[in-house]
């Protein structure tokens, strides 16, 4: 017979994502402190709803303990922001054509621009809109995405110039992504940084004076000072993974894993030996055994290749998934372990009560831990703790550019705006 438990309250949700706005306040500030050895601030970058773990309390968290910028990839994100009232630099640099360019110039966000059309349709906007673009050049150093070739880049840069002196836009920054950062020693990351000091150098000779200047992912501002600048634009390591295990440990660098999701077995029961679980039969049982299912699924964003490997945290003891992970549930072998409808399954979390981590996932999937996080869907309820702190109301941060040791100028610093290439980002 299956055994039932209250281990699990009624009235909790079958699966959730705790997120712990502690931890990521913990981790700004941690990286805060590398930044500022350099005289750089910080750009937290929330996209893709801050990885996963909500966009607007992970902001506010981020700006109440010091991020002076936050980095969005999509306007709407951008928009999102200032429509929950964060009046505080944001940068934002996922853009088409059809995109709501004179609603963001009218936001007062800054446009990341990569080539000449993009500069076109900023100016257009601002003039509709009737104010100044704030616009950020974004080089293209070797990543191959985004961003503008060298043989192209003196003529952006004119552009960029002869739209300044017609009022259009405002050159606010100049900025770049590492292709392999979380490679360490990789031979790509000092061809980029000398060519992005090559860009930087043409850009100050035409006469641009931007705020801001920034190279620095995660990895890079965990490991590369030298490209620190007047920003760094962590996105991964805010919420206290690392980009990857060459780089180091969270731990490592004094981050703390803010997610940790958990769920509620909704059957336990024993069966004979050589019965079938799951689709295929892909897991036979080999003797009689205790079977746990786990009422989260691929619809909620838990991986289909974790199919067999993926690690669970039931009864005191890490568990595999058995068989292969359907839409809605996967289940889980006890041997001869018991548990009850009901108890508590961890998937995932920073590893402290010994649960699994994003990054033992990530092993298990062949991903990489930021996919971990971000493909948890909107039907898993995200439940926060450490919210609603006195003064954490979206605002802006003071920051940190250049001539920020005085506290002089505009006070807008830019934070990594994305990650690497292996993270996903």
């Known amino acids: 017979m299956s055994e039932q438990s209250t281990s699990f309250p009624d009235g909790l949700p079958r699966v959730r994502a705790e997120i712990d706005l502690d931890a990521v306040r913990s981790n700004i500030r941690a990286l805060h402190g590398l930044a500022a050895r350099n005289r750089a601030g910080v750009m937290a970058v929330v996209k893709a709803d801050a990885y996963g773990h909500g966009l607007l309390p992970c902001a506010r968290a981020a700006r109440a303990a010091g991020a002076a910028w936050l980095g969005t990839a999509t306007p709407e994100e951008a928009l999102a922001l200032r429509a929950a009232g964060d009046t505080g630099p944001v940068l934002c640099w996922l853009w ?33 809109a009737g104010r100044t ?42 900025w770049s992504h590492f292709a392999c950062a979380d490679e360490p020693g990789h031979p790509s990351i000092t061809a980029q940084q000398r060519a992005f000091a090559d860009a930087l150098e043409h850009a100050e000779r035409a006469g641009l004076r931007p705020e801001v200047r ?34 180091g440990l969270p731990q490592d660098f004094g981050l703390r894993p803010a997610m940790t999701l958990r769920a509620a077995l909704a059957s336990v029961k024993r069966v004979p030996g050589g019965h ?43 568990r595999t998934v058995a068989g292969r992970v359907a839409m809605d549930q996967f289940v889980v072998d006890l041997g001869g372990d018991t548990a009850g409808a009901g108890d508590e399954a961890v998937l995932f979390g ?76």
């Open 276 to 318: 079938g679980v799951s689709y295929g039969h892909h897991y036979l049982t080999p003797g009689p055994t205790t079977l746990a299912l786990v009422p989260a699924g691929y619809a909620d964003g838990i991986p289909r290749h974790a199919s067999g490997t993926g690690p669970v945290l039931v009864a005191g003891k890490w």
């Open 214 to 247: 920034h190279m620095a992912n995660s990895p890079a501002t965990l490991t590369l000072p030298e490209s620190h600048y007047d920003l760094v634009r962590p996105g991964i390591a805010v919420y206290g993974l690392s980009p990857s295990p060459e780089v």
């Open 350 to 425: 920073p590893g402290d009560g010994g649960e699994p981590t994003a990054e033992d996932w990530a092993r298990a999937c062949g991903t990489i831990g930021y996919e971990i996080v971000t493909r948890i869907g909107a039907r898993v309820p995200r439940e926060y703790r450490g919210a609603d702190r006195p003064g954490e109301e979206p605002a802006a941060a003071p920051g940190a550019g250049r001539g920020a040791d005085s506290g002089a100028g505009p006070g807008r610093n830019v934070v990594n705006a994305s990650d690497s290439v292996r993270s996903g980002a």
């Open 133 to 174: 673009a704030r616009v950020q050049l974004k080089a293209d150093t070797g990543l191959g995405r985004n961003g503008c070739p060298p043989e192209d880049w003196p003529a952006l840069v004119a552009a960029a110039r002869a739209a300044e002196a017609d009022g259009a836009v405002r050159v606010t920054g100049l």
């Open 96 to 128: 088409t054509p059809g995109a709501p360019w004179r609603e963001t110039v009218e936001a007062g966000v800054d446009i990341s621009v990569g080539a000449g059309w993009a500069l076109d349709r900023a100016a257009a906007a601002a003039r509709a």
